[in-house]
């Protein structure tokens, strides 16, 4: 591998990891708050941009308001699933409302199947133009096979600029949702002793659900911007990223947000630097992802930034 | 009413006998749904102009494949034990028609499937055959399309590795172009892969012309995106897994310019009656021109009901017997001789992806 073809799978690698990092906020938010692993997360964000699309192309509604709709519609799905799937196990072991997560997945797979049909569509023009277009450093000017063209330099997606910049602002926000409101106080006291916060007088039920609604809103952002870079839809797509997030989470630190975002950055990195430097390999990338989550599991499962925590029986 | 009940099963028996059942085992959700939905197309518009045969109806019944290797063996099974049926229409894709072909051979029932080229799905079997052409046949023509017509002679191969008909033909592609003088190397993706930058980087690193790419449209339209945005500009060459309206719908300008090997194109010359027929009548319902699948859907469809005509009856063995000695039959697709190990020897067309359309550029002939 020479220095251009390592820098630009260190791009590649930055900016897959950039969506990694966008998805796994939500997840390990939701977790820290309610010690729930999402398995539907993934599954919320492929709604939130069929949701995007339809308003769109169906209802000609121009697509920052679809982008923006769409969030506040995912946010209302992921309260809904929440009161209709976990609420009434609040009480139960907590791996009642893990299977429960697989469940809603699986519903919310099979309800686009039927109801959106398994043919996959374009995301392409949904968005302006710009978006699709790479940010272009070097190279030269040719014309191959009849059209002019740039030539080698390295080429940057624009589209992960805007993710940094929508990652840092949902960074910013969430941090003062959670350090300088009321809700964000009571979640904080959710995620301690949720016995207690009652006893306080805090709407529990409604917190939780807030919580859902919060982390929901994130996946649909983190959807739709990865929809702006693989412009396709299927509803089988927020599958596969939906578990890199999740072991995006654990590897950095499940509860802890700078974990999410650091896991993430470092999930993207190997898995293209992997392909990147073993070719051959290719076939066992989401192999290798998982590989990791095992090995974090065994050797620091409390992730890189995560601490260990002890249970008082 | 014990009575009554047993005339009622007798005639409903009876009854049932008399119509010819045909299952239908596509993917009609899923990854590659749209082939599924086009090959149903075709055997639509052919059920509509030959609805019976020998005086008999034909009934069909579609059995959904979600396009997954598993549930491709499930739908056959379910066609055939809870369908009842005496012959098996389907499935699109190898990988689906190895697992379902398996269960149809067991059981004894024929199967025609109308798209799925790697040789095994026939091989070795008696019950199993198609009405397409053959990965190795479909892998040479592709090289002599790269080599002699493009000109190319260093190509990356990038193969889905899950599927069985785009590692046959990959293989069969690099034979052939080996043999010419060019020369390949391989990168490897699974199906459902969305991100390939690191797959085209080093591609491109190693100096590729080319690109191959013998998988199916939803990766295809994906590559040919992220490897113009990656400053890759040779030529895409897909075999007939990009022949799908996705490929242009997702893939946009990324695929203008790109070459694939296909069974049929509305505009080649080689027209029969059935040809001409089958062009017409789908226009006419579904308002837009057929894509090959459509045609293979439809060639399906008349083959098995050749069959079972010359067979006289709806015995499965009988059936299975005269779709193999399917002779000089008019297809929509061309002229249609099913070997004896159950394969037809057709001619390819190259079709090429212009200014968001397929346009037919020529056509490879066999040896």
């Not at chain 1, 450093?137 to 805007?162: A, D, M, T, W």
């Not at chain 1, 529990?204 to 809103?217: E, K, N, P, Q, R």
């Not at chain 2, 012309?209 to 113009?228: H, K, M, N, S, V």
């Not at chain 2, 399906?300 to 069959?307: E, G, K, L, P, S």
Request: net charge neutral; glycine share 10%; hydrophobic share 50%.
């Amino acid at each position: 591998m020479n220095l251009y073809t390592f820098l630009q799978n260190l791009i590649n690698g930055l900016s897959l990891g950039s969506l990694y990092a966008l998805i796994a906020i939500g997840y390990t938010m939701v977790y820290g708050i309610l010690r729930l692993i999402n398995f539907a997360h993934g599954d919320v964000f492929m709604m939130a941009v069929y949701f995007a699309f339809f308003l769109v192309t169906l209802g000609k509604v121009p697509w920052l308001i679809s982008f923006v709709i769409a969030i506040l519609a995912a946010a209302l799905l992921g309260f809904t699933i929440d009161r209709v799937a976990y609420k009434p196990i609040r009480n139960a072991p907590r791996v009642s409302a893990l299977i429960t997560a697989i469940g809603v997945s699986f519903f919310l797979e099979s309800f686009a199947v039927v109801v959106f049909s398994g043919i996959p569509r374009s995301f392409r023009n949904i968005y302006p133009k710009f978006l699709n277009n790479m940010l272009i450093l070097g190279g030269h000017e040719e014309v191959k096979y009849g059209r002019n063209v740039i030539v080698g330099g390295l080429r940057i997606p624009i589209v992960s600029f805007v993710i940094l910049i929508v990652t840092a602002i949902a960074l910013v926000i969430l941090w003062w949702i959670i350090y300088k409101t009321k809700i964000g106080m009571a979640m904080r006291a959710v995620s301690v002793d949720i016995p207690t916060t009652s006893l306080m007088g805090v709407n529990v039920d409604g917190v939780i659900g807030f919580t859902f609604a919060l982390g929901s809103a994130l996946a649909a952002i983190g959807g739709l911007l990865w929809a702006t870079r693989y412009p396709q839809l299927w509803p089988y797509m927020g599958f596969m990223p939906g578990l890199k997030a999740f072991i995006a989470a654990v590897f950095g630190g499940i509860g802890s947000i700078q974990g999410a975002v650091v896991g993430g950055f470092l999930l993207g990195l190997t898995e293209i630097m992997l392909v990147g430097f073993f070719p051959k390999m290719a076939g066992y990338r989401d192999a290798f992802a998982f590989l990791i989550l095992i090995l974090i599991l065994s050797v620091k499962p409390e992730g890189l930034l995560g601490k260990r925590s002890v249970v008082k029986v | 009413m014990k009575k009554f009940l047993i005339v009622f099963v007798v005639l409903a028996s009876v009854l049932s006998l008399a119509t010819i059942k045909i299952g239908v085992v596509l993917p009609m959700t899923g990854g590659i749904a749209a082939f599924g939905r086009m090959v149903w197309e075709g055997v639509e518009v052919a059920h509509e102009l030959f609805p019976d045969v020998n005086g008999e109806t034909i009934e069909l019944t579609v059995f959904d494949n979600r396009s997954d290797k598993i549930e491709a063996a499930n739908a056959v099974r379910r066609a055939i034990e809870v369908g009842k049926v005496n012959a098996i229409l389907g499935e699109v894709a190898s990988s689906y028609s190895l697992s379902g072909g398996a269960v149809a051979e067991e059981k004894k029932t024929p199967m025609v499937t109308p798209s799925s080229t790697n040789p095994l799905v026939t091989s070795g079997k008696k019950y199993v055959s198609r009405v397409c052409f053959i990965d190795p046949f479909q892998g040479w023509a592709a090289a002599i399309l790269a080599h002699e017509n493009l000109g190319v002679r260093n190509v990356a191969i990038f193969m889905d590795v899950e599927q069985d008909y785009a590692v046959g033909l990959a293989n069969f592609f690099m034979q052939t172009f080996q043999e010419l003088g060019g020369h390949v190397f391989f990168e490897y993706y699974k199906s459902g892969d969305q991100d390939f930058t690191a797959q085209i980087s080093d591609a491109m690193l190693t100096g590729a012309e080319a690109l191959f790419i013998p998988g199916y449209y939803q990766e295809i339209a994906l590559i040919a995106i992220q490897a113009r945005q990656l400053g890759f500009f040779g030529p895409l060459i897909t075999g007939d897994g990009a022949d799908a309206p996705e490929t242009i719908s997702i893939g946009g300008d990324a695929v203008n310019g790109l070459y694939f090997t296909t069974h049929y194109h509305p505009d080649s010359p080689a027209v029969t009656e059935n040809a001409k027929l089958f062009l017409t009548k789908y226009k006419e319902k579904f308002n837009k021109t057929p894509a090959a699948l459509s045609a293979l859907g439809f060639d399906a469809y008349m083959v098995i009901r050749d069959a079972i005509l010359r067979a006289g009856n709806t015995d499965r063995e009988a059936i299975a017997q005269a779709i193999r000695t399917t002779s000089n039959f008019p297809g929509a697709t061309g002229i249609i001789n099913i070997d004896k190990e159950g394969n037809a020897v057709k001619s390819v067309a190259i079709v090429k992806i212009e200014d968001g359309q397929f346009k037919y550029d020529t056509t490879i002939n066999p040896q």
